[in-house]
């Protein structure tokens, strides 16, 4: 069967997750603002579950339509295909968002998608049990257009399942691996992150150099639909594994504070790549290590929740610092402090704009620091 699907996404990321979904086969890829829509069957969407890096979830589109009152937003739910999909003993709660439309109210919205469904898979009056597989519905209603979804994916696709343990102020894993991406490393050279907290940029780093599928460690809502071809999801399993790299790679991050080294080791036994990944207790303003080859990729704290904002303006200061004393090393820094480069005292080669969770934050590339000096 072939599925039109939805992979929605932090803001910024919609050429990553496109370029990723063509490499894994899937059809008609067409990126939009916040989402990538794409088609394939029962294999492409294990697979995109499985190994997608960079999406938050994998939806199964069911219908769209428009719908000015409740009415139309009943009638238009029910002529949907829902038998298709779900069974009378399926869980089908609803959730969603209305952006810039008449069908404003939440609640509303949510019980009129709920009935129509029930009447649809059951009959009017008929009594649906919910006792089976859970088939989570989810509405978007922008300018009054209405998009029926089910969820494949069940928890996000950024929890991978090795971070249980988390410092404070943890950076999402779609977006680590979005920033070990853009920095082009794959498995070559040296890598750092100086700033590691729980280890997610350089665990993400590790997982890109070994070709390892995010999504081997858990699992899916799909996966527990009453669908032909459930083994599809082993062998999408099992052709993962078949394609990681192996290899010796030179992953490191460091941290001043050692509860986040505890953590960050923790979390790295847990994705597999303990043994090519070595956390340790360091200043990042007291880095000195020249290389021929080297990528620094970090999150330092932006005086948004950690350190107040002079105190993270001092740090980044030091940082520059000692960054623009050794060689070899590009640098990747993820800010939401506009007067970064005045800061650090070096114009970014390149700048990209991204989001870590609602704040908005920019990727400055500092490229040059890659020629020896």
């Given at each position: 069967?072939?599925?039109?699907?939805?992979?929605?996404?932090?803001?910024g990321?919609?050429?990553?997750?496109?370029?990723?979904?063509?490499h894994?086969?899937?059809?008609?890829?067409?990126?939009?603002?916040?989402?990538?829509?794409?088609?394939g069957?029962?294999?492409?969407?294990?697979?995109a579950?499985?190994?997608?890096?960079?999406?938050e979830?994998?939806?199964?589109?069911i219908?769209?339509?428009?719908?000015?009152s409740?009415?139309?937003?009943?009638?238009g739910?029910?002529?949907?295909?829902?038998?298709?999909?779900?069974?009378?003993?399926?869980q089908?709660?609803?959730?969603g968002?209305?952006?810039?439309?008449?069908?404003h109210?939440?609640?509303?919205?949510?019980?009129?998608?709920?009935?129509?469904?029930?009447?649809?898979?059951?009959?009017r009056g008929?009594?649906?049990?919910?006792?089976?597989?859970?088939?989570?519905?989810?509405?978007?209603?922008?300018?009054?257009?209405v998009?029926?979804?089910?969820?494949?994916?069940?928890v996000g696709?950024h929890k991978?399942?090795?971070?249980p343990?988390?410092?404070?102020?943890?950076?999402?894993?779609t977006?680590?691996?979005?920033?070990?991406?853009?920095?082009?490393?794959?498995?070559?050279g040296e890598?750092?992150?100086?700033?590691?907290?729980?280890?997610?940029?350089?665990?993400?780093?590790?997982?890109?150099?070994?070709?390892?599928?995010?999504?081997?460690?858990?699992?899916?809502?799909?996966?527990?639909?009453?669908?032909?071809?459930?083994?599809i999801?082993?062998e999408?399993?099992k052709?993962?594994?078949?394609?990681?790299?192996h290899?010796?790679?030179?992953?490191?991050?460091?941290?001043?504070?050692?509860?986040?080294?505890?953590?960050?080791?923790?979390n790295?036994?847990?994705a597999g790549?303990?043994?090519?990944t070595k956390?340790r207790?360091?200043?990042a303003?007291?880095?000195?290590?020249n290389t021929?080859?080297?990528?620094i990729?970090?999150?330092?704290?932006?005086?948004?929740?950690?350190?107040?904002?002079?105190?993270?303006?001092?740090?980044?200061?030091?940082?520059?610092?000692a960054?623009?004393?050794?060689?070899?090393?590009?640098?990747?820094?993820?800010?939401?402090?506009?007067e970064?480069e005045?800061?650090?005292?070096?114009?970014a080669?390149?700048?990209?704009?991204?989001?870590?969770?609602?704040?908005?934050?920019?990727?400055?590339?500092?490229t040059g620091?890659?020629?020896n000096k």
């Amino acid at each position: 069967m072939e599925f039109q699907m939805c992979a929605p996404c932090l803001f910024g990321l919609e050429g990553l997750v496109g370029n990723e979904l063509r490499h894994l086969k899937l059809n008609n890829v067409n990126p939009e603002t916040g989402r990538v829509r794409f088609t394939g069957d029962e294999a492409g969407l294990a697979r995109a579950n499985i190994c997608s890096r960079f999406a938050e979830r994998i939806l199964i589109e069911i219908g769209e339509f428009r719908a000015e009152s409740f009415e139309e937003l009943f009638e238009g739910t029910y002529d949907l295909p829902w038998e298709a999909y779900i069974p009378p003993d399926g869980q089908f709660p609803v959730k969603g968002f209305s952006l810039d439309s008449q069908l404003h109210s939440i609640p509303d919205c949510q019980k009129i998608i709920k009935k129509a469904i029930a009447v649809s898979l059951g009959g009017r009056g008929s009594h649906l049990p919910e006792n089976g597989a859970l088939y989570q519905v989810q509405f978007a209603i922008r300018k009054d257009v209405v998009t029926l979804y089910l969820d494949t994916s069940g928890v996000g696709l950024h929890k991978r399942g090795y971070r249980p343990a988390q410092v404070a102020a943890p950076l999402r894993e779609t977006l680590a691996a979005a920033m070990v991406d853009l920095a082009r490393y794959r498995g070559r050279g040296e890598f750092r992150d100086p700033f590691c907290g729980s280890g997610t940029i350089a665990i993400e780093a590790a997982l890109a150099a070994r070709n390892r599928a995010p999504g081997l460690l858990r699992k899916f809502a799909a996966e527990e639909w009453n669908r032909p071809g459930h083994e599809i999801w082993t062998e999408e399993r099992k052709a993962a594994r078949e394609r990681e790299f192996h290899g010796e790679y030179h992953i490191e991050g460091t941290d001043i504070d050692p509860k986040a080294i505890e953590i960050a080791k923790a979390n790295s036994v847990r994705a597999g790549v303990a043994d090519i990944t070595k956390f340790r207790i360091a200043d990042a303003r007291s880095f000195s290590e020249n290389t021929e080859r080297g990528v620094i990729v970090t999150n330092p704290p932006y005086g948004e929740r950690l350190l107040d904002r002079k105190k993270a303006e001092e740090l980044c200061g030091e940082l520059g610092k000692a960054y623009a004393a050794v060689t070899g090393w590009s640098l990747y820094l993820l800010s939401s402090n506009p007067e970064i480069e005045r800061i650090i005292n070096k114009k970014a080669d390149k700048k990209r704009r991204l989001y870590n969770g609602t704040i908005p934050c920019e990727l400055y590339m500092f490229t040059g620091y890659a020629k020896n000096k």
